[in-house]
């Protein structure tokens, strides 16, 4: 069960046990937001946790604007009008920062199941889309521009689809939200992923893709028949040396004093300098043509 809890506030946060939740600043709403006086409604079931948004009130989860219907998870950042909550779940949050003494670091990762086997390490907050500003990007038609979410909460890890227009696949079945297990299938748009755990000591980061959500700017498209293109994290960068820029110079087959260059074998190639030569005896002869012509 979870709680919600506005930010704003020094009250303690709500257990969402009824079924239905009328949010707005309505006096006989049941949670108050700085919203419309109708702005949203929760709705609790056995589907999970779901928000609508009412009367074209400004709801967003984790940024994203909520034009229907979306589903709700712990971690999630609920905004309706000026208003900021935030979704809890109170068995997760003792866990969220415990580690077994003695017990190595863990990372949870993605593994493409194709003959490359690239892996995708997942943060906190792993986004699939075929936005260029997602974790991880495919390029493909039934992609949707965010597609779905995987969210890591300590030891857990739970998926949500943002909506997407085709889907996400677990273990072959089309799946609104869920909570992951290590060894789980995931497929979006037809690419297949299987998800695995790794210690971090044992990590080889040759074979694997670390992709913060920071790093946008490196994130490569793909297109629907190339598979997709890890970026590393931490890879090195080759800087050239600085110096000064030369103009491109065309190729001559003269030197710099304006001699003919000589062939490959040694030989002089013909070229400009016999034809001067020559047009500088027949300018000559011409000269002394007319100087004896005045003379007689």
């Known amino acids: 069960m979870l709680k919600i809890k506005d930010q704003s506030s020094s009250k303690a946060a709500l257990w969402l046990a009824k079924n239905c939740y009328n949010i707005g600043s309505d006096a006989a709403a049941d949670i108050y937001a700085d919203a ?32 229907a219907e979306q589903a709700l998870i712990a ?31 863990r990372m949870y990762q993605l593994v493409q ?18 936005a260029v500003d997602c974790d991880l990007l495919i390029s493909h038609p039934k992609m949707s521009r965010y597609h779905a979410e995987i969210i890591v909460k300590g030891e857990r890890l739970f998926l949500r689809d943002l909506n997407s227009a085709n889907g996400s696949i677990v273990n072959g ?26 210690d971090i000591e044992s990590l080889d980061l040759d074979k694997t893709c670390l992709r913060p959500a ?6 490569t498209a793909t297109s629907v028949n190339e598979p997709v293109k890890p970026v590393l994290q931490n890879q090195p960068k080759h800087v050239p040396a600085a ?16 001699q003919q260059a000589p062939s490959e074998n040694g030989a002089a190639v013909p070229g400009k300098k016999s034809s001067r030569l020559l ?10 043509l007319v100087i004896i012509g005045l003379w007689l």
């Open 36 to 67: 419309e006086a109708n702005a949203a409604t929760i709705v609790v079931n056995k589907n999970g946790v779901f928000v609508r948004a009412l009367d074209e009130a400004t709801v967003q989860v984790d940024g994203r604007e909520v034009s």
């Open 75 to 105: 971690g999630n950042q609920l905004r309706i009008g000026n208003t900021v909550f935030l979704l809890i779940d109170p068995s997760q949050a003792e866990s969220d920062d415990t580690v077994q003494a003695g017990a190595p670091p």
């Open 113 to 130: 199941l194709d003959q490359a086997k690239q892996r995708f390490t997942l943060n906190r907050r792993f986004v699939v889309g075929r």
């Open 173 to 198: 079945e089309k799946t609104i939200k869920c909570e992951l297990h290590v060894g789980d299938k995931l497929e979006f748009a037809g690419r297949a992923f299987r998800l695995e755990q790794q």
């Open 214 to 219: 920071l790093l946008s700017s490196a994130i």
């Open 243 to 258: 110096g000064p820029a030369s103009e491109p110079r065309a190729i001559s087959n003269t030197d710099a004093y304006g």
């Open 279 to 288: 047009l500088s005896f027949i300018c000559t002869a011409l000269v002394l």
